[in-house]
């Protein structure tokens, strides 16, 4: 048995920091300082940072900023070059285990900001050798506050989310549902409504119906971002943009538009976009839209693929893994299953965005960091689900032509189009008899004297139980 002391926190080399409070202990290797150093030790809540990408996108507006501060003389050219190089290290990932701060801290993210500033006035002084030149607060925080750069690096942050990983997957999987559509057209197959026997659709018909839902899915997504991209940065501390030089904002926001290739803009009132995040609400409610829709969507293909035996044996879905550890040969639908548990997970989330932004009081929301911690993860959930459903599983579904055909043929609700020849009320009895003696409605209809009453022909009976053309009825 190994005799070694595990290592603890009292085992961490440690140096002394000082802040506006006083002195603090930090770890001898980091590179953030006091003010980190007290919120990590004020919030140890849930063990979960902020998102890497939000981090990333307020390291990006620092960057920027150092370049435009630089142009408006407010840092010196050095200071700027310095502030900018390290600004970018940490955009680009390279020091992401230097934000330890629970994403469940202070309402406006000023805990994570001051992290941000402090690693990268660490990494900006140490390429200009060491000397503490660059402080982070009047430097790399030049003309900004927590209040508005923190809400703009979660839309930067989420905005691009939503054009690199979302939308692409969404297009994806509605690529692939319907190309299945097409392959399905003619596959005749009997219709539900209230899980009950209906009359005759093909199931590329359903597909194409589930391509559609994503594709309105996208197109509110898309809709949605672009308020999103509505920028408070410039309105420090209240909105009135105190301490911030004229032009620094919209400087700011055009060189990270260039940066990410993704038109952010300034907010036309610093006001509404910093006091409230309904624009962050309004795009997590499209995001809930689409996990609806993909609810929908895999519980029709869970249903569709049950059996083999003593289910519905629809379609096949691919066989990706066992799904039993006690019952040998059994194949379960399980991503279907995997992309309902992302599909509640978002809805969930967007509960949380919904309290969240409700929780703005006068000039700030104050559960900014949670907001982007939600939108981030129902993002990213929603991408990886949407690529994985349509690339191993609805790219490769197989119908079972025969069985579908049979079905749709031996429903009792094929009598439908017999309304008009021989009434609602014998239809109805006509269908009865089918469910009663297990007769096929065409023997029923011939049994009980219908053509030959004259009240229809054969030829008129048999067009009228073609169950592909009950798909596709003439329309004017």
């Known amino acids: 048995m190994s005799t070694e002391r595990p290592t ?51 390291a990006l507006i620092k960057s920027a900023a150092a370049g435009v501060n630089a142009e408006l003389g407010v840092v010196d050219q050095t200071r700027a070059r310095a502030i900018s190089a390290a600004a970018d290290e940490v955009a680009s990932g390279q020091h992401d285990g230097n934000f330890p701060i629970d994403v469940f801290q202070t309402g406006s993210g000023t805990s994570t900001n001051m992290n941000v500033n402090e690693v990268v006035a660490t990494l900006a002084n140490r390429a200009l050798g060491g000397d503490p030149v660059i402080h982070p607060n009047d430097h790399v925080n030049a003309g900004q ?26 297009a994806r999987l509605e690529e692939a549902l319907a190309e299945r559509a097409t392959e399905f057209a003619d596959v005749v197959k009997a219709g539900r409504t209230h899980l009950m026997d209906a009359v005759p659709v093909t199931l590329g018909q359903e597909f194409a119906g589930y391509a559609r839902q994503i594709a309105l899915g996208r197109q509110r997504v898309e809709e949605a971002a672009g308020p999103a991209a509505e920028l408070p940065l410039g309105g420090t501390a209240a909105g009135t943009g105190l301490n911030a030089q004229p032009g620094f904002a919209a400087q700011v926001i055009a060189e990270v538009s260039r940066r990410t290739g993704v038109e952010f803009v300034e907010a036309v009132d610093h006001f509404e976009a910093q006091s409230t995040q309904d624009a962050l609400v309004a795009l997590s409610g499209a ?35 066992p799904g039993s550890s006690i019952m040998p040969g059994k194949v379960n639908p399980v991503l279907p299953e ?139």
């Open 338 to 476: 995997a992309a309902l548990m992302v599909c509640a997970k978002v809805i969930g989330n967007d509960t949380t965005m919904t309290v969240a932004g409700a929780s703005g009081t006068f000039e700030l929301n104050v559960m900014l960091p949670v907001m982007g911690q939600v939108l981030v993860e129902s993002i990213t959930l929603l991408a990886s689900s949407s690529r994985v459903l349509a690339d191993r599983c609805i790219s490769g579904i197989t119908a079972n032509v025969e069985h579908n055909r049979e079905l749709a043929e031996s429903s009792s609700a094929i009598v439908t189009p017999l309304n008009r020849y021989i009434g609602y009320e014998a239809a109805a009895a006509v269908a009865k008899q089918s469910l009663a003696n297990r007769q096929t409605i065409r023997e029923v209809v011939l049994e009980r004297g219908h053509v030959e009453r004259g009240e229809l022909t054969e030829e008129q009976l048999d067009a009228a139980l073609d169950v592909l053309a009950m798909t596709r009825p003439p329309r004017a």
């Open 8 to 58: 603890t926190a009292q085992d961490v080399p440690m140096r002394t920091e000082r802040d506006s409070m006083g002195e603090v202990q930090v770890p001898a290797d980091a590179l953030y300082a006091a003010q980190t150093a007290r919120a990590v030790e004020n919030f140890p809540i849930s063990g979960q940072p902020v998102p890497a990408q939000i981090v990333h996108a307020l």
């Open 287 to 321: 995001l809930r839209v689409v996990a609806v829709s993909l609810t929908k969507i895999c519980n029709d293909l869970r249903w569709m693929g049950s059996g083999p035996r003593a289910g519905l044996g629809e379609v096949q879905l691919p066989d990706l893994q």
């Open 145 to 170: 506050s927590s209040n508005d750069t923190f809400p703009s690096a979660i839309r930067v942050a989420t905005v691009r989310l939503v054009h690199d990983e979302l939308l692409p997957a969404l």
